[in-house]
């Protein structure tokens, strides 16, 4: 028993009646937790309701899948996007004021995931913290993130006409800023094109990717050398 637990790098401590074991790093850990069939998950449920939107989003940052219902059906299609490349688990659903404008919903969505995504980070210790994503196709699109603690959002371009089926085109760089407001990070995007559903998708997918960087877990150690994100 002792010489499989040496070459695990684990070790077992006896406390009371009980065994405590003690593992080198957050990546055994996780891995140990799953072998086992424990809970390990980084995943968290928000709930955000006010007098325009109805709202909950529930994430797991290691899971894969996506169940998105807002009534912006272009939006939905973009929150697919950031859950397939990023890797992760993400349902949404959303009783808005669409007959209204598509603003309420697409604003309190993205700080309801931000602040999804945040709880399900926990205290950041082990991640990658920054992302970048370039895709290029007719259309250029970069994202940076960095899981900083700090909000800061810098949108750079100018997408072009009024509205992409029922999301209207300005809410693009909003929805960047709502979701950097409630996760607490510094997000930069450039995008350059000529047509506005690629250019929006492709920010989108980019974010995902970006998000995929990030999130990932590469160690045990807290990134930054200030003791706190």
């Known amino acids: 028993m002792e010489a499989v637990l040496d070459r695990l790098g684990l070790s077992l401590a006896r406390k009371g009646d009980r065994f405590v074991a003690s593992v080198p790093d957050l990546v055994t850990a996780r891995a140990l937790a799953g072998w086992l069939g424990l809970n390990a998950s980084r995943t968290a449920l928000i709930r955000r309701s006010t007098k325009e939107t109805d709202i909950a989003v529930r994430v797991d940052l290691d899971g894969e899948g996506a169940r998105i219902a807002t009534g912006v059906n272009f939006f939905d299609h973009m929150l697919e996007q950031i859950a397939r490349h990023a890797g992760i688990a993400l349902d949404v659903s959303c009783e808005g004021d669409v007959e209204v404008d598509a603003h309420h919903t697409i604003e309190d969505v993205c700080l309801a995931l931000g602040a999804a995504l945040k709880e399900a980070l926990g205290d950041k210790r082990g991640l990658g913290r920054f992302g970048f994503a370039l895709p290029m196709d007719e259309t250029r699109a970069g ?84 003791g706190v994100l």
């Open 143 to 226: 994202v940076w993130i960095d899981l900083s603690g700090r909000p800061y959002c810098r949108f750079d371009g100018t997408i072009p006409g009024e509205r992409v089926g029922d999301f209207p085109v300005e809410m693009a760089p909003h929805a960047f800023r709502s979701l950097s407001e409630s996760l607490q990070v510094a997000i930069h995007v450039e995008v350059d094109g000529e047509n506005a559903h690629h250019m929006i998708e492709s920010c989108f997918k980019a974010f995902g990717r970006a998000l995929r960087q990030a999130v990932r877990v590469e160690g045990d150690a807290l990134p930054t050398t200030k």
